[in-house]
């Protein structure tokens, strides 16, 4: 049978490109009214931050913040994963929006698969318990019938509880 695993992640602290990101702005002057804009990424921490800005700062950034011209998805990150305004003084407010890659499975995904792959079908589980594991930054989370709890532990690692006892949401 199926099991569905849900994914959590924690709540994240800024970021070092977001860090990067307003280093870079503070130095630069203010934007009165962009004739020519550029778009500028980095990479950092797994994540890609792009943003457009008034081509005349492409420089500073580059040199400032090691920015790059150019956009995330042409660096492979295509999945967008939010954005962040940031209050720089005397530019206002930057929209600094946000990639990543399409994950590729994860090695818990891949755990949880292999121990799956090793049970009978769960039918209608008289008995069930939650149980999770913290891999690579993500939480897994699966309900299963108690009678394999053992198993997933011993096999696969896993812990009785749930992501959002951990922090996940």
């Known amino acids: 049978g199926e099991i569905k695993v849900e994914l959590y992640k924690k709540a994240a602290a800024e970021s070092d490109h977001m860090m990067l990101f307003k280093s870079m702005l503070a130095t630069i002057g203010e934007v009165t009214s962009p004739l020519e804009s550029v778009s500028l990424y980095k990479v950092a921490g797994g994540e890609c931050g792009q943003a457009t800005l008034d081509k005349k700062f492409e420089s500073y950034a580059i040199k400032f913040a090691g920015l790059q011209e ?3 998805s042409e660096q492979g ?4 994963d939010g954005s962040k305004s940031i209050k720089v003084p005397t ?11 399409a994950a590729a499975e994860s090695d818990h995904m891949m755990l949880f698969k292999s121990m799956l792959a090793t ?3 769960v039918t209608s589980p008289l008995e069930s318990v939650s ?3 913290v891999a690579g930054g993500e939480c897994g989370q699966a309900t299963l019938d108690k009678k394999y709890e053992s198993y997933a532990i011993k096999f696969a690692g896993l812990q009785e509880g749930e992501c959002s006892e951990q922090g996940y949401t």
């Open 70 to 72: 150019g956009v995330c």
């Open 77 to 80: 990150y295509t999945v967008a």
């Open 91 to 101: 530019l206002g407010e930057i929209k600094v929006e946000l990639y990543k890659k």
């Open 119 to 121: 049970t009978d079908e």
């Open 131 to 133: 149980l999770y594991k």
